[in-house]
């Protein structure tokens, strides 16, 4: 039993033992346990200290030997047993639903955890690529920066940050020793200490800045580049410095320059040729032209161009006066070039009209590709005029192959009819009947004389015997023989000091006699004609179709009904007139003369508004020479004469003349024959005193060559040249072919004298 007891009692022993360890381990998990199992948890640490004390109790009672109180002491152990395991039950579910509560928080939790771990792996990822396209984005920059186009990072106090290679290798770098350097060190430039420097204008708030620059090396060269400045931020969008890019512009610009250089020519060019020159576009605006289609168009270049070519380039037809069509629409249908109808007139800003000669072309890109059209044009209303000119020539000359086919024969015959009639005076003696009809006679003949001459105007040989003259003298003169018994009043406009001219006297009357006639006719209930003459100089590219010089202007303007426009082309033009008993030669006479004279004659007219003529005569630096006056008398005379005529005709009225006038006479029908006889006179010593030449012989020697051999045999001979009609200029330059005088046939009596008295007797040998 004593072994039970203390068996007992170490056993006790044992479990307070373990008791106190679960106190103190309950007092320790008390600290840590949750909130709202730290009561509970406190109870079981009462009751633990309940069970130690129960613990020590039993071990007292069993030393001591108070068992009654055994009994209750274990009797309250096994009731508070049964609520400390009721209570651990109680807190044991309540943790295991805690722990079920838990768990399935610590399930979402979990889950929560999952996910978002998935997201930080997605993130992670993200961030990864991020970070790989920083990289690859680093790099690019970097390759971009180290690239072969310069860039400078500069500060907004003008330092460089930064620089690539490439900058280096073009402007000034800090150099091995580093440091900080500006801009403006390594690249001065004109736009340095400027508004107009970029980095300026960038901290001045744009966004934006594209400028020029220019570097030049030490051997001069040149190199041109283009700046463009940006903004350089931080992550705030503070401006924290300039980012500058050089493009290297050399070629460019060297072919800007070239092009320069080429538009520059090429509107050199355009300026300075004769024609003029538009450029439209495929609209046909103006694009362009130059200074004579300004001075043609009466537009200048600001106020055409962008204007339709219609604007500006008004066109007719000369004969319909009807707008032609715009050259450029055809050349863009048809993609070839057009020539314009002839008969264009070009109608300028002001009205001026003119006549053109134009083509236009298609302007083509190097693809082939119509960009626009080219129209050229020039005046040529001169050479209308002078076309004009040329057929009323070629219309003259007409006539004079008509006038020199019939002046030799038609002339010989008068000169004997003259002679005879001269002959027959004579006979008949002053005052009587017979020479009162002769008369009558002798005007008939001098009258077709002056018809003969008229035609001779045109032919070939009607060249004017000229001789310096006073226009002025010539102008009264004619016109007042013109008026007489004319109901027609006129005036003289001649200004002072009007020079001479160097002219026929007698056919500037007559194209004088023709105007003043034609201008009389024109006013049949009276008027008054105006005659003006002034000194006038012609300069190079003036509107008259003469050379520069000096000219003696001689204007006609009458009060008449004018001449329609649409005859106006004609009037100078043989056999053409208006009038019921006009010949159509009087102004043909006119032209023919004035031409022949080496001058100009010019018409302006207009209906119910009169009619001027103007003409152009050259003038002569010599005085008017002077004259003795002509004697009307016969003057005898003596010595030999030498007829030389193939017409037996006027050899025997000549010769009759001659012996009337007391001179001896020899015939010879043709040159060889007067050669001989001129010959064997100068063996006999008994020269001719004078011999007269025929320059026309038909199938035989004439005057020209026969004058020649004379003059071999006697370089003293006295000849005079006589025809009625010769291609040759002699008759109107005769001295410089050896011969003394001139006789015009037909001739009369005292002419005859006339002519033979002026002459100087041969020295007798």
């Known amino acids: 039993m004593i072994t039970f007891h203390y068996l007992s009692i170490f056993l006790v022993c044992v479990g307070a ?20 199992f730290r009561g509970k948890w406190s109870l079981v640490t009462r009751f633990m200290w309940f069970f130690l004390l129960g613990y020590c109790a039993f071990i007292v009672i069993k030393l001591t030997g108070i068992d009654y109180f055994l009994e ?27 722990l079920d509560r838990n768990r399935t928080l610590i399930a979402n939790v979990n889950e929560n955890l999952r996910e978002t771990t998935r997201d930080l792996e997605e993130k992670i990822k993200e961030r990864i690529q991020t ?41 000034e770098g800090p150099g091995d020793g580093g440091g900080k350097m500006l ?22 708030g744009k966004d934006l800045v594209v400028a020029d620059c220019l570097k030049i090396n030490e051997s001069g060269q040149k190199s041109y580049f283009i700046i463009t400045a940006k903004p350089f931020r931080n992550a705030e969008n503070e401006l924290i410095g300039i980012v500058e890019s050089f493009q290297n512009i050399t070629l460019r610009k060297i072919a800007e320059d070239s092009l320069a250089m080429e538009k520059e020519r090429l509107a050199i060019t355009l300026q300075s040729i004769g024609d003029g020159v538009i450029t439209t576009d495929l609209n046909g605006d103006i694009q362009l032209l130059n200074r004579v289609a300004e001075d043609l168009t009466g537009w200048s270049y600001e106020e055409a161009v962008g204007r339709p070519l219609e604007e500006v380039f008004h066109i007719v037809d000369y004969a319909t006066r009807k707008r032609l069509e715009n050259p450029v629409s055809g050349v863009i249908a048809s993609g070839q070039t057009v020539d314009v109808t002839p008969g264009t007139v070009l109608i300028a800003r002001d009205g001026w009209e003119r006549f053109i000669a134009d083509s236009a072309a298609p302007i083509f890109s190097s693809k082939s590709k119509i960009l626009g059209v080219v129209l050229v044009f020039r005046d040529i209303s001169e050479k209308r005029k002078m076309e004009s000119e040329i057929t009323k020539l070629d219309k003259l000359k007409s006539i004079g192959l008509l006038a020199g086919g019939i002046a030799h024969d038609f002339n010989n015959l008068l000169a004997a009819i003259l002679g ?81 001219v160097e002219a026929d006297g007698g056919q500037i009357s007559q194209a004088i006699n023709n105007l003043i006639i034609n201008a009389d006719q024109a006013m049949p209930k009276g008027g008054t004609i105006t005659i003006a003459a002034e000194n006038c100089t012609l300069r190079p590219h003036n509107t008259v179709p003469l050379p520069p010089g000096d000219y003696v202007k001689v204007a006609i303007r009458d009060q008449g009904v004018g001449i329609a426009e649409k005859h106006l082309p004609l009037i100078f033009d043989p056999y053409f007139t208006t009038k019921e008993a006009g010949s159509g030669l009087g102004l043909a006479t006119v032209y023919s003369i004035v031409n022949r004279h080496g001058g100009a004659i010019e018409v302006f007219s207009r209906e119910n508004a009169g009619t001027t003529f103007v003409m152009y005569l050259p003038a002569s630096a010599e005085q008017t020479a002077s004259e003795d006056h002509e004697q009307e008398d016969i003057q005898q005379g003596s010595g030999s004469v030498l007829i030389m005529d193939d017409d037996q005709d006027v050899r025997e009225v000549a010769g009759m003349m001659l012996t009337e006038l007391g001179y001896e006479v020899a015939f010879a029908p043709d040159g060889q024959e007067a050669v001989r006889l001129y010959r064997q006179a100068m063996k006999d010593r008994r020269p001719f005193g004078y011999v007269i030449l025929d320059l026309t012989i038909p199938g035989g020697m004439g005057g020209e060559e026969t004058i020649k051999k004379l003059r071999e045999i006697d370089p003293d001979v006295k000849a005079i ?45």
């Open 17 to 36: 033992l373990i008791m106190a360890i679960a106190i103190r381990t309950s007092l320790k998990i008390n600290k840590t346990v949750a909130p709202e």
């Open 72 to 98: 209750l002491i274990t009797t309250l152990v096994f009731l508070c047993g049964s609520l400390f395991v009721l209570l651990i039950i109680r807190l044991s579910r309540e943790t295991i639903d805690q």
């Open 131 to 171: 970070e790989e396209e920083l990289r690859q984005s680093k790099a690019i920059i970097e390759n971009i920066f180290n690239s072969s186009i310069p860039i400078c990072i500069t500060n907004v106090n003008y330092e460089i940050i930064k620089a690539n290679d490439a900058y280096y290798s073009l402007f």
């Open 183 to 204: 801009c403006y060190d390594s690249r001065p430039g004109s736009a340095c200490h400027t508004e107009s420097c970029p980095i300026r204008q960038i901290v001045a």
């Open 420 to 500: 005879n009639i001269s002959l027959a005076r004579i006979t008949a003696g002053p005052g009587s009947t017979v020479d009162e009809r002769l008369v009558k006679a002798e005007t008939a003949v001098m009258k077709a004389k002056g018809l003969t001459q008229q035609l001779l105007t045109f032919a070939k040989g009607g060249a004017p015997v000229k001789k310096i003259i006073s226009i002025e003298e010539l102008l009264r003169e004619s016109v007042t023989f013109a008026l007489r018994g004319s109901n027609t009043k006129y005036q003289f406009e001649i200004k002072p000091d009007l020079r001479s």
């Open 721 to 765: 040249v006589s025809s009625g009609y010769s291609s040759s200029p002699i008759m109107a330059n005769f001295k410089e072919y050896g011969f003394t005088a001139v006789a015009v046939k037909p001739y009369n009596i005292v002419e005859l004298s006339r002519i033979f008295h002026k002459i100087p007797k041969r020295a007798k040998d």
